[in-house]
């Protein structure tokens, strides 16, 4: 490993690589900050201007792409309730309404400090268990991804608010949408009315439309009300105090994002749904999540950027994608005669550890560039609504064309924006839906796979202790706030026979 990092140390001294690192993070953060311009689609743009560099340059650029990527998402997420990346739709719940009470430098503060802190602990973790934790998610077959894709489902009571029926009702809906295209076993199309619905609803143009879109809508029907004060922030450096209060919820977040993302598939919007909805069922306050608590926005995004890390562990030591993201990556080191496998530490540790090493060196500059600019991103939130609504408005459908460069994306967009107003009146959080987009897929796909394999036979789902256990785990997160609700009703009925 020493030598790893010399080599490491010797390719990165150079100043393309520092030219790389710049440019590769301040292009990250205006993907990121573009609602429905993702990671992926960030590294496959600058691939073509990586081809005459050396591999070490270009992957240290793509890597930072990423990373920034994750992070700024949080800052239209936070600011005008826009996520530029999905998993910032999580970042929304809790960030946004801090905006709304005048914390937005606080909440954006919160934000940087935790994707930096998430990104450099699972960059830790990394490097000390990258093999071992890939080689762990080898072995789960359809049987283990449809227990733990349950146990993800199971998430439900945390993210449904006050009623678990509505948040059922969210649920049944994200997976009704979730069957629409080509049957991912058959190959028959479902529910298929227009050419480019045989690939299904596209995930980016509906999360746009569900949470930013129908923000919009909700915005132009209050557009009367006064625009929210803002509080002074003292320092820039005086924020760092804001974190003290939440170092467990960091570490916690940080390990459970981590540990989510290495299983391939299991991306940063998963690591975040997880990681929010534990610290929300650790919570002495969990009834203040999704109204501004601070805890949300620090899972959040500590849960997110940890994902970074972990969907590069099975990329670096197998060769297998953990992520869309990490997909891209592996086409890009393939450009350029990089093969990612178990012999990458041995043909190439170059690679490897000069990410490793670029990981932990660019977080401390992203946290200067974040807080450098919290002052002026928070000078967004004083701009008219009257101004916003239709800015954020051309962005969601121009984000929405570009991720699939097609008209359609923007119907779906439109589509989505005008349910997900509808269900906010009457009560039903878009959180519960973007789960069930997110699993659906993974859930039926590895359902069927895994009865094909056993001839049938139900059992199989029994056949594993990581099966079981995930199982189990579900049926123990799905019911204890049903008991517990009950518990509160009956001492509620209870209390007026005290007295």
């Known amino acids: 490993m020493l030598a790893g990092f010399t080599i490491a140390l010797h390719n990165l001294a150079t100043w393309h690589v520092a030219a790389a690192l710049i440019v590769g993070m301040i292009v990250g953060y205006v993907v990121g900050a573009l609602p429905g311009m993702s990671s992926s689609v960030g590294i496959a743009l600058l691939i073509p201007f990586t081809f005459g560099l050396s591999p070490v340059v270009s992957i240290v650029m793509l890597v930072t792409l990423y990373m920034a990527t994750e992070y700024a998402g949080a800052i239209p997420a936070i600011l005008v309730n826009t996520p530029g990346i999905p998993a910032a739709a999580i970042t929304a719940l809790d960030g946004h309404p801090m905006r709304l009470r005048g914390e937005a430098g606080a909440a954006l503060t919160l934000s940087i400090l935790s994707a930096a802190f998430g990104s450099i602990v699972s960059t830790l973790l990394l490097i000390g268990t990258s093999t071992t934790l890939a080689s762990i998610a080898l072995a789960f077959g359809p049987a283990e991804y449809f227990a733990i894709a349950v146990l993800g489902l199971s998430l439900i009571s945390s993210l449904s608010g006050h009623s678990m029926l509505k948040g059922f009702v969210g649920l049944s809906f994200g997976l009704a949408i979730g069957l629409i295209g080509t049957d991912p076993i058959d190959g028959v199309t479902r529910y298929v009315f227009a050419d480019s619905l045989l690939s299904g609803v596209g995930f980016l143009p509906a999360l746009i439309g569900l949470f930013a879109l129908s923000g919009i809508f909700a915005m132009v029907e209050r557009s009367a009300d006064p625009t929210e004060p803002l509080r002074d922030l003292p320092s820039v450096f005086g924020q760092f105090g804001l974190m003290k209060p939440h170092f467990w919820t960091l570490l916690r977040s940080t390990v459970i994002g981590y540990l989510v993302s290495v299983v391939p598939g299991h991306g940063a919007t998963i690591s975040a749904i997880v990681a929010y909805a534990f610290q929300k069922r650790m919570s002495k306050s969990p009834e ?199 518990q509160n009703t009956h001492v509620t009925t209870e209390a007026p026979a005290v007295h």
């Open 288 to 486: 203040t999540f999704g109204n501004g608590n601070p805890e949300g926005v620090v899972s959040a995004e500590s849960g997110a950027n940890a994902s970074v890390a972990g969907a590069l562990a099975p990329m670096l030591a197998l060769g297998i994608p953990g992520s869309a993201s990490t997909a891209v990556l592996i086409g890009a080191l393939t450009l350029h005669g990089v093969q990612p496998g178990p012999l990458l530490f041995v043909k190439n540790p170059e690679i490897p550890y000069s990410i490793f090493i670029a990981m932990i060196v660019t977080m401390p500059f992203m946290v200067v560039l974040g807080l450098g600019g919290v002052r002026l991103w928070v000078r967004v939130t004083q701009i008219p609504k009257s101004v916003i609504a239709p800015l954020v408005t051309a962005l969601c459908l121009l984000g929405s064309y570009a991720s699939q460069n097609d008209i359609f994306a923007i119907w779906t967009t439109i589509f989505f924006g005008i349910v997900g107003y509808l269900l906010k009146k009457i009560d039903v959080q878009p959180a519960p839906i973007v789960l069930a987009l997110v699993l659906g897929y993974l859930t039926e796909t590895n359902f069927r796979r895994a009865l094909i394999g056993s001839s049938g036979d139900p059992l199989v789902f029994l056949s594993s202790p990581i099966g079981v256990i995930c199982m189990v785990l579900a049926v123990a997160v799905f019911l204890l706030p049903l008991i517990r609700s009950k």
